[in-house]
């Protein structure tokens, strides 16, 4: 019990004072990887403390991956690596690109001072269910990227309140969570309309939407503009076996319809911006230089991830939308 300090009167909380207690120990080494610690019910009876105060010290300590528990048994110690303050659980949908730059600039904003565990879910339920049921009680924090799974935010609101952040796509389900988000039907409509002078030239805006992993504010969102402007449009799953006609305008979620876009395009002999137009989705290095490069509508990742990171930081609780523009380039 000589490890543990605890204070009356000196403004902070006794909880506080049992993990700075621990810490400390381990880092004058009178605890070791692997040593046990006192129980709870000793900690109690010594100190005059409420179970709840004590748990709550020692639940802080297991988020942080510096004790662990063994039921029945008590807590000993996983790590001696003390100035590790955040440990975070990062569940994406899949990698890419785009998540790539979130999740670098998220690492260079966080510091030193955390860890940050990452997983995939794939856009399936399963996977998404067995990857939040493995992870709950083990961080700080959770970072949670939805997408458009049915029947998630059950699996979500099993974790403990006030340590989520919803990330990229948010919903009605999940309005209670501080999140940094994309307003998809908005910033299509938005990125249509400040590129609304050159749209006049072509006959038909195609919107090439798989429906699976593409959010489906995209679609409400483009039928909007042109149900209010008088586009004619359609809108088409995949390209595949289909033939560009002139005065076609694709608007292309996926990179991989992109590509097929552009390559059946070269083979009909057909002009990008003169014969048929192309707006892509997300922002690559590769679209600025690509077919003399390729028009954008896009968030900024980086900025994302910058203020993901502020938002553990300063424990911030605010619904930030993240905003899209569009990039004018030769394809347009």
Known sequence: MNIISIQNNIGLPKYKQIILSIE?????????????????????????????????GYDELKKRGIIYAIPGKGY?????????????????????????????????????????????????????????????GNYTKY?????????????????????????????????????????HEKDIFEGLLKGKSRLGKYEKLILIFPGFREPLGMKIGFEAFCAQYDFEYEIITEFTNREITLGDLYIIPNDRDLVRVIEKARDQNLKLGIDLGIISYNETPLKKIVANGITTISTHFETMGKILADMVLKGKKEQIENKSSLTMRNSL
């Open 76 to 136: 000993y110690v996983k790590s001696v690596e003390t100035t590790i303050k955040q440990k975070v659980f990062l569940l994406f949908d899949e990698l890419n690109s785009f998540k790539e730059d979130i999740y670098n600039s998220f690492l260079q904003h966080i510091g030193k001072n955390a860890q940050v565990d990452i997983f995939f879910h794939h856009f399936n339920v399963p996977v998404f269910q067995k990857l939040i049921n493995d992870s709950n």
């Open 24 to 56: 400390k120990a381990i880092e004058e080494e009178k605890l070791v990887k692997g040593d046990r610690l006192p129980s709870v019910n000793k900690v109690c009876l010594a100190f005059s403390l409420s179970r709840d105060t004590v748990l709550l």
């Open 143 to 183: 970072i949670i990227m939805p997408t458009n799974l049915n029947d998630v935010a059950k699996l979500i609101k099993t974790l403990p309140v006030g340590e989520v952040i919803i990330l990229d796509q948010t919903n009605p389900d999940l309005k209670l969570y501080p999140a940094i988000y994309q307003n």
